[in-house]
C-alpha cells in the first residue's frame, strides 16, 4: 500500500503537450510527473523523480486528451475540413 503526499486534481497539473506529461511541483524542488498514457492506462500515481513523494492524481479518464493524434475530435473547433485534390 502506497503512503501519499497529497491527492490533486488533474486540473491542477500543468499539462506538456509536445510530451504528454502532466507535471506538478513537488516540496523537493523538483516536479511529480505522469504520463497521458499511464492515466490511459488507470495509473493514478505522480512520482517525483528526485526523492521517494508520490500524489494521487484525481481525474475523470473520459475527459483526457485522446492518445492518438489522428483522431478528428483533436480538430480545433470550425476547423476547415481537408480537401483531396486530384
Do not use: W
Not at 512520482?47 to 492518438?68: A, E, G, Q, T
Request: charged fraction near 25%; charge should be negative; proline fraction near 12%.
Amino acid at each position: 500500500m502506497s503512503v501519499f503526499h497529497d491527492e490533486v486534481e488533474i486540473e491542477d497539473f500543468e499539462y506538456d503537450a509536445e510530451s504528454r506529461i502532466y507535471i506538478y511541483p513537488c516540496p523537493c524542488g523538483d516536479k511529480f510527473q505522469i504520463t497521458l498514457e499511464e492515466l490511459h492506462d488507470g495509473e493514478d500515481v505522480a512520482r517525483c523523480p528526485s526523492c521517494s513523494l508520490l500524489v494521487k492524481v484525481i481525474f475523470n479518464p473520459d475527459n483526457l486528451p485522446p492518445l492518438d493524434d489522428s483522431d478528428a475530435s483533436t480538430a480545433p473547433p470550425n476547423a476547415p475540413a481537408p480537401v483531396a485534390v486530384h
